[in-house]
C-alpha cells in the first residue's frame, strides 16, 4: 500500500488542525493503522493507533486532545488535533502495518506550531 498524508501547517498555539493519510488501496484488511511523529534531535514516537474494530490508543501527551478515526470506505485516516501546544511541533507520518506481510510509512507532514 502507499500512503499520502496532508493537513499539515501553521497554527498557533490552542488551535487546530486535521490530518489526513490516504491510502492506494483499501485498508479494510490492515490490522494497524498509526500516527507517528518526530521533532527535530528526538525519536520518532507512537501519537496514535487504531486496530480494525477495536478501541484506539493515544501517547499520554496527546490524549484527549488528538482523535484517531479510520474511513474505510475512503481508504483514509485521519488525527485530528485540538489545543495544539508548542511540543506538537513535528513531522506527521502515517504508518500501515499488515501483520507478517508490510509495514508502510508514508512521507511525512510537517505541523508546526508556532505564536
Known amino acids: 500500500v502507499h500512503l499520502v498524508e496532508s493537513g499539515g501547517g501553521l497554527v498557533q498555539p490552542g488551535g487546530s488542525l486535521r490530518l489526513s493519510c490516504a491510502a492506494s488501496e483499501s485498508i479494510t484488511t490492515i490490522n494497524l493503522m498509526a500516527w507517528y511523529r518526530q521533532a527535530p534531535g528526538k525519536q520518532r514516537e507512537l501519537v496514535a493507533v487504531?486496530?480494525?474494530?477495536?478501541?484506539?490508543h493515544y501517547a499520554d501527551s496527546v490524549k484527549g486532545r488528538f482523535t484517531i478515526a479510520r474511513d474505510n470506505a475512503k481508504n483514509t485516516v485521519y488525527l485530528q488535533m485540538n489545543s495544539l501546544k508548542f511540543e506538537d511541533t513535528a513531522v506527521y507520518y502515517c504508518n500501515a502495518v499488515r501483520v507478517g506481510v508490510e509495514n508502510t510509512w508514508g512521507q511525512g507532514t510537517q505541523v508546526t506550531v508556532s505564536s
Open positions: 487504531i486496530g480494525r474494530g477495536t478501541s484506539p
